[in-house]
């Protein structure tokens, strides 16, 4: 392979990853023309369009999905090869993208960033939006350097470290007509219950746990944010339950009583998880390392006020 040819790959390869030519650009340490007439050659040498515009955004052809398919892994596992020569916090200027939902976000982004920037001065963080299936996804198209949160499935070209178990709290406020006695299931379940949904689908983990059981609660009100949570329980009769860690914030423990539900909910387990590829990455190793110990740390906080 001609060097030309290897250096648009790599020029390839940072459009294919984020998706954007100023992204790339900003990636590589390239000007946006630079970037351009890198496409330019693209386009001449490998006699196709490889990226059309779409509104706004640019969009890859038949051609360049495919030989991403092809290329994607390789140059992965080149670029760990050159970062395996040494990888230098205080030094570097990577930028790494990470996979969090927003309760983590709450909980580990400000005591993780803070560390970084403590550590690694010119490193960047990107946070990415979490759901279980988009992922694995992300992981496997490049699109993010690691995940932290619950997964639907253990796919084989992904690696994982388990964190904890997410136990569940039930919440409400102070004076609700429930608090302050032993919640039973028909107390439970002729509550107005408020869940925390991503996607507004009012069925959770306490919905499987209730099935088992041939119950149904009625869910009033979904949310998209954990943050929402404790007000709109002070200032109504809603109920929730939420995962001990959350329960454990001060929002939570100052201005809402904390009980146990009055069912089994099978716990959530949170990982951290990445792609094989990036196995020998220095840089991520120290990423992930880093974020295991805050995410430790922070959790061991939360878990010991939500049990007090």
């Given at each position: 392979m001609k060097s030309q040819e290897l250096t648009l790959l790599q020029v390839f390869d940072a459009i294919m990853t984020e998706g954007s030519v100023t992204r790339a650009g900003q990636r590589l340490a390239m000007s946006q023309p630079a970037v351009s007439n890198a496409i330019a050659r693209m386009r001449d040498i490998w006699k196709d369009p490889v990226f059309v515009k779409k509104g706004r955004q640019i969009e890859p052809t038949a051609f360049a999905q495919s030989l991403w398919a092809q290329v994607?892994?390789?140059?992965?596992?080149?670029?760990?090869?050159?970062?395996?020569?040494?990888?230098?916090?205080?030094?570097?200027?990577?930028?790494?993208?990470?996979?969090?939902?927003?309760?983590?976000?709450?909980?580990?982004?400000?005591?993780?960033?803070?560390?970084?920037?403590?550590?690694?001065?010119?490193?960047?963080?990107?946070?990415?939006?979490?759901?279980?299936?988009?992922v694995i996804?992300?992981?496997?198209?490049?699109?993010?350097?690691?995940?932290?949160?619950?997964?639907?499935?253990?796919?084989?070209?992904?690696?994982?470290?388990?964190?904890?178990?997410?136990?569940?709290?039930?919440?409400?406020?102070?004076?609700?007509?429930l608090a302050g006695k032993a919640i039973t299931m028909d107390d439970f379940l002729a509550a107005k219950h408020l869940l925390v949904s991503q996607s507004g689908d009012p069925r959770g983990n306490v919905d499987q746990a209730l099935q088992r059981l041939e119950k149904r609660r009625r869910v009033a009100m979904t949310v998209n944010h954990f943050s929402a949570v404790p007000k709109l329980l002070s200032n109504s009769d809603l109920i929730a339950v939420v995962p001990q860690m959350v329960a454990g914030g001060p929002q939570f423990s100052s201005d809402?009583?904390?009980?146990?539900?009055?069912?089994?909910?099978?716990?959530?387990?949170?990982?951290?998880?990445?792609?094989?590829?990036?196995?020998?990455?220095?840089?991520?190793?120290?990423?992930?390392?880093?974020?295991?110990?805050?995410?430790?740390?922070?959790?061991?906080?939360?878990?010991?006020?939500?049990?007090?």
């Open positions: 994607r892994d390789p140059m992965q596992q080149l670029s760990s090869a050159l970062e395996s020569r040494g990888f230098d916090p205080a030094q570097s200027h990577r930028q790494f993208r990470i996979a969090i939902a927003d309760l983590s976000v709450d909980l580990y982004w400000l005591p993780f960033s803070c560390q970084v920037a403590a550590l690694a001065p010119d490193v960047d963080l990107y946070a990415v939006p979490y759901t279980r299936m988009g996804e992300q992981l496997r198209e490049a699109r993010i350097d690691i995940g932290l949160g619950p997964l639907s499935q253990h796919d084989r070209s992904l690696r994982s470290i388990p964190l904890y178990q997410n136990t569940y709290k039930l919440v409400m406020r102070k004076d609700h007509p809402l009583w904390i009980t146990d539900p009055p069912l089994d909910i099978e716990p959530s387990p949170v990982y951290l998880v990445w792609h094989t590829r990036l196995d020998r990455d220095l840089g991520l190793i120290w990423l992930r390392n880093l974020l295991e110990k805050v995410v430790q740390e922070e959790w061991a906080k939360c878990s010991h006020c939500a049990a007090e």
